[in-house]
């Protein structure tokens, strides 16, 4: 069964540093998403990205985040200057239509920013 | 907000027995999912319910909504250990057409004894 697929499973970095989390969406899907979890509290939304380009962001998804879909298989998020609230579970998620607009998630890339 | 929020928040039961989780929301939807977490996981789609739906079945699952009452539940029927996770329901607004977001509730610790 075609599943989203997250790279990596675990990073740990530096506060101030760069992270590039990356994701492989299923094929055929044309809307793609983050979002986080910080541990133990509600998974929030980050971002959508339909026909490359942004549709809705949150609040949190402030200048220091950034989406790309460099190729016709990826769709990675990158956090430009890491801090120790970005620590958190950071899930992809894409889905195939509007309507009935089931979305399929990823397993997660653990962040841990120190 | 158009979160949907779960009850009760933690849920123990016998083995067997069945699991009942509520959610309610604030604004019209399109359509509401529920997901399960296992404990540092990905988020596993269980089931959709579109608006005009009242009532889906999926194996030992059935899922309910109230759009009157902006109420969902699920029902686990004849719990087993494998369903200790965390339950999420998550909600997409009515009348967007774009990439939606699907917004999560706070999610209910479902715990099964043995």
């Known amino acids: 069964e075609p599943e989203v697929t997250q790279t990596p499973s675990h990073q740990v970095t530096q506060m101030g540093q760069e992270v590039i989390l990356r994701c492989v969406p299923i094929?055929?899907?044309?809307?793609f998403y983050w979002y986080r979890q910080i541990l133990g509290q509600k998974v929030e939304f980050l971002v959508s990205?339909?026909?490359?380009?942004?549709?809705?962001k949150s609040e949190i998804f402030d200048d220091q985040f950034s989406v790309e879909r460099p190729d016709g298989s990826n769709f990675t998020l990158k956090i430009r200057s890491t801090k120790l609230e970005d620590s958190a579970m950071y899930f992809c998620?894409?889905?195939?239509?509007?309507?009935?607009?089931?979305?399929?998630f990823g397993e997660g890339s653990w962040l841990t920013v120190v | 907000s158009q979160q949907g929020e779960e009850d009760p928040q933690a849920l123990s039961i016998q083995e067997g027995e069945n699991a009942t989780m509520n959610c309610s929301y604030k604004?019209?939807?399109?359509?509401l999912q529920w997901y399960r977490q296992n404990s540092g996981r990905g988020l596993v789609h269980l089931i959709l319910?579109?608006?005009?739906?009242r009532e889906k079945h999926s194996g030992r699952l059935r899922v309910t909504l109230d759009t009157s009452k902006k109420s969902s539940s699920l029902l686990i029927t004849a719990s087993r250990a494998a369903d200790t996770a965390s339950y999420f329901c998550?909600?997409?607004?009515?009348?967007?057409?774009?990439?939606?977001?699907?917004?999560f509730g706070s999610g209910t610790r479902l715990s099964i004894r043995p």
């Open positions: 998620a894409s889905g195939r239509a509007i309507s009935g607009n089931t979305i399929y």
């Open positions: 094929s055929n899907h044309l809307y």
């Open positions: 990205f339909y026909n490359n380009e942004i549709s809705e």
């Open positions: 604004t019209s939807i399109n359509n």
């Open positions: 319910i579109r608006s005009n739906e």
């Open positions: 998550a909600t997409d607004k009515a009348g967007y057409s774009s990439a939606s977001k699907i917004i």
